[in-house]
């Protein structure tokens, strides 16, 4: 049996509103798909191919070397951040820059390799939101698996015109300018993010002349986890270039008392830098919580809160 359903010509970008190809007939009759041995695709040039991701690799690199708001790490924190952000203000141009190839950070087990999450009441609202199922054992709601939080909320971020993702990209260091706000000259404020491919960052002792790209824009969300080969990035670069006297060191776990301290103390910890999830428990000495993702979450909300009420002002 062959499926008149139609599959996607090479040329089209078109798509309608509800999201099938606009096909002419003619192309309905081209574009089948044959289970019985005879499926062909349609014609292809590699140079097509090229193009069609160089062209957009360029003009994505363009239109955000200048943004509104820059996210680094996208982890459950940061994509909860890019997800507020984006919804609430479609105007602003959001960056998200991931230093892994897969976007997520830690959410894709919920601790231990564990698949289950456990997020807290009232992170569960936020759950709601997003439309991510889960049991409800009172005081705290549980996913089946966190693969299915990390998807949703990447997919719906993704989805939004306002934001873009390089992922497999390393956030190597911060832009600095006076910060025009200061009373004491010489005091500066984070203005954007200087990247380079991960790859390229990993290889920094083996070549040189392998410069970085610039990201501008006010306002710089970092959310990079706790320490570890990439962690807590951008509060030990404050440290290491003298802008921070020191870190305050993840402590010990508390489940009861760091989601509360996490999303209560989410803010802008230096100017033009506001630090959510686990990065905060590096700078503030900040006990870890464990496999409970609802601080995660909502630290993401209220740095997106945050950011927008200093965009404002
Ligand atoms: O790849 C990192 C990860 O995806 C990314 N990242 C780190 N440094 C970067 C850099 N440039 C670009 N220089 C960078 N990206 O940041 C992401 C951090 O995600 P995460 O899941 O590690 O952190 P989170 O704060 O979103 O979530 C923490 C989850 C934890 S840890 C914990 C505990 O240890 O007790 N408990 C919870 C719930």
Known sequence: ???TRPISPPESDASSVDGTLALANDDKA???EDWDGNLRFAPIKEAHVSRAMTKRHGEDLYNTAVSD??????GSAGLSAAYVLAKARPELKVTIIEAGVAPGGGAWVGGQLMSSMCV????HL???ELDVPYDDEGDMVVVKHAALFTSTILSKVLRFPNVKLFNATAVEDLITRPDPLAKTPG????AGVVTNFTLVTLSHGLQSCMDPQTITAPIVMSFCGHDGPF????VKRLVATGLLEKLGNMRTLDMRSAEDYIVNQTREVFPGLITGGMELSEIDGA???GATFGAMLLSGKKAALEALKLYDA
């Open 120 to 123: 807290r009441k009232p992170a």
């Open 187 to 190: 005091t500066v404020r984070i």
């Open 231 to 234: 962690g807590a990035f951008s």
């Open 30 to 32: 081209r574009y089948v």
């Open 69 to 74: 708001i820059v996210i680094v790490g996208a």
């Open 287 to 289: 006990s870890r919580m």
């Open 1 to 3: 049996a062959t499926s």
């Open 126 to 128: 936020f759950l709601d």
